[in-house]
């Protein structure tokens, strides 16, 4: 049975049971079953979030693609909705009582499981995380990313719908971890005490400076000293699902990640840098920070002699 409208999605209490807090990542499979095993009227154990975003250069519309298309019982999660209003730079982490406001509005409060899936050309793992990271930074660890995302999903002729639910608000309280956040000072200090190492999850083309960054007005380059492992590398493409752990431990350590040491990730908006982290996550790396400006806000703040990147050069010319 699926829902309808204003029905919620409950999970059977065996299939709770397994989930612990190291469940951050859940089948198809799974999710399908929970789908299936009924529709209480008294909901308040799992909310599925369609956490789709798409670059500006990508000219898709991911809340219209939501309206149109997406898992019964999926809530739309904008991260651009979702963030800093008063911050110059896009979809930044917003302040706890925004999160819990946004969060209270999906129906969701500290004993819900939240699902989260994304419609990227990535599998699910693009935008899915950041909502995954959002979470665990205001405190609530019941949170897993579908594997595969909504592309497996449709792949498996899995039921869709365009029906939107209505879910009752309810309290969110949340717990700020500022340990998994990192500002540009933090970042800018590191270039001098080297305490943490840095990886960047943008294409290797961005980071080395000979491709394009998506938004208008920042160059291409990285920040000193950091490790370039694009987030599409943690996906089996041919399985279209998240590496197994073996595989992305392997992955680390020919980056030159030493997960036993404290790491921080970036990229170019604070996004795909969540992949990454919840690659490390899904190894045993629990700790791993996120630098949330990341390169377009250090490309904007920092001075040259602070980065790497050829288009300084040629304006020093």
């Known amino acids: 049975m699926f829902m309808s409208g204003t029905d919620h ?9 397994m989930l612990t807090k190291a469940s951050a990542l859940i089948t198809t499979k799974w999710l399908h079953n929970v789908l299936k095993s009924g529709v209480p009227k008294d909901f308040k154990d799992i909310r599925i979030l369609d956490s789709t975003f798409h670059l500006p ?9 939501y309206e149109e298309k997406h898992i019964p019982g999926a809530s739309f999660f904008d991260i651009d909705e979702c963030c800093d209003d008063s911050s110059p730079y896009g979809h930044m982490l917003p302040d706890m009582k925004h999160f819990e406001r946004y969060a209270g509005n999906l129906g969701i409060d500290v004993s819900t499981h939240v699902i989260v899936y994304d419609n990227s050309v990535n599998y699910g793992f693009f935008s899915a995380p950041r909502v995954w990271w959002m979470f665990r930074v205001f405190g609530h660890d019941m949170v897993s990313v579908l594997d595969g995302g909504f592309t497996k999903w449709c792949s498996e002729g899995l039921p869709t719908t365009s029906e939107v639910v209505h879910v009752p608000k309810t309290i969110f309280n949340g717990l700020y971890h500022p340990h998994l956040v990192k500002s540009y000072e933090d970042i800018a200090k590191n270039l001098k005490d080297n305490s943490f190492q840095l990886m960047d999850a943008r294409g290797e083309g961005r980071f080395m400076g000979i491709k394009p960054e998506p938004r208008e007005g920042i160059e291409p380059g990285h920040i000193p000293g ?29 980056t030159g990640v030493d997960l036993s040491k404290p790491l921080v990730s970036t990229c170019g908006s604070g996004v795909s840098a969540c992949c990454t982290t919840f690659a490390a996550y899904v190894c045993g790396k629990e700790d791993v920070s996120v630098y949330d400006g990341s390169w377009t806000e250090w490309y904007q703040r920092s001075t040259p002699d602070m980065r790497f990147c050829p288009s300084d050069k040629k304006q020093s010319t």
């Open 57 to 65: 250069s990508s000219k898709r519309n991911a809340r219209l693609e």
């Open 226 to 254: 950091s490790k370039n492992l694009c987030y599409q590398n943690i996906v089996d493409k041919e399985r279209g699902v998240i590496l197994d752990v073996k595989e992305l431990k392997k992955l680390f350590n020919e």
């Open 9 to 17: 999605v409950s999970v059977d209490s065996t299939a709770l049971r």
